[in-house]
């Protein structure tokens, strides 16, 4: 038998029990199958939120600001490096896309101070990461599949940095990072963007409706959730998402879910109505954004 890179990761999974695949599905070839330009514009969409969001807030965040907040010397003007990175990606996909490229949204961002700017910096880069390695499979043009995996790489090492050197925890989760799927990160997305400009070219997402857990909610805990969605009558499992595969527990009529024990590092829980597979045809709500911490032993004792 030929081993591959796609076989390993199989095997891997395969050898956790407790895990169902969460790898996103390419869409059927058909008109619903996303095009090369609307995946980039999709990748410029999210590369505008973040340069929003980084030149918003060093302009509302000083240096003094950063020393107050007990964070290092050096963290503010890593930011500023970081905020160049996103610029330079807003002006490379907006040259490759040309007179086709969406235009920035409007954002209402959920940082009111450095310490609430560094967590949310940290979501939005570890989402990034997701999204690319996610919609890499709709890109047809090689070219466009090797650029974006640059800035996927680069989307990476800033989310490592922010949550190993400054946030003191771990700068990676599995032995896999975890793609979501065009709807899964619009959701979240979804979130923080008030409104877009008409003339856009129209994305192929739609957002589900949002998921929230208590805040503190750790493994092992039995926490109540909440989204605001039409439920059916079946059975609801709660996946959560963590590499390459999915942990499910059950939804109780209370809105209580036990999190599984085992969950280390940034898990997307999404609510649905099948407790083995995640599809955007079986999610009710979701996904959500939590990150369990663990040390450098591999415990959750930072």
């Known amino acids: 038998m030929k081993v591959t ?79 160049q990175h996103e610029s330079t990606h807003v002006s490379f996909l907006e040259n490759v896309i040309g007179d086709q490229a969406v235009q920035p949204c409007t954002y209402s961002f959920p940082d009111t101070d450095p310490i609430s700017f560094v967590t949310t910096s940290f ?37 490592a940095w922010i949550n190993s050197a400054v946030l003191k925890a771990n700068p990676w ?21 008030v409104s877009c400009p008409s003339s856009n070219m129209p994305l192929p997402v739609k957002a589900f409706p949002a998921l929230s857990f208590p805040a503190g909610a750790q493994p092992g805990q039995t926490v109540k959730v909440s989204f605001n969605a039409t439920m059916p009558s079946e059975q609801l499992y709660v996946a959560f998402i963590a590499g390459l595969g999915a942990t499910f527990a059950p939804l109780s009529s209370q809105m209580t879910v036990t999190i599984p024990s085992t969950l280390q590092g940034v898990v997307f829980p999404v609510v649905t109505t099948n407790g083995t597979t995640v599809t955007d045809s079986v999610t009710i709500a979701g996904p959500a954004f939590l990150s369990f911490d663990f040390n450098s032993d591999g415990t959750d004792e930072l």
């Open 5 to 83: 890179a796609a076989s390993v990761a199989l095997l891997a999974v395969a050898a956790l029990p407790e895990l169902s695949m969460a790898i996103p599905a390419k869409r059927a070839n058909d008109s619903s199958t996303p095009t090369d330009i609307q995946i980039l514009n999709f990748a410029l969409t999210l590369e505008h939120l973040e340069n929003a969001f980084y030149t918003q807030g060093l302009q509302k965040y000083t240096q003094q600001d950063f020393l107050d907040a007990k964070l290092p010397t050096w963290a503010r003007g890593r930011w500023n490096q970081i905020a």
């Open 123 to 159: 979501m939005l880069e570890t989402v990034g990461v997701s999204a690319y390695s996610g919609a890499a499979h709709f890109l047809s043009n090689s070219d466009y599949v090797t650029s974006s995996g640059a800035i996927l790489a680069v989307e990476a090492r800033q989310s």
């Open 173 to 193: 989760n599995t032995a896999f990072d975890t793609p979501l799927d065009l709807n899964q990160v619009w959701t979240l997305a979804s979130g923080v963007i």
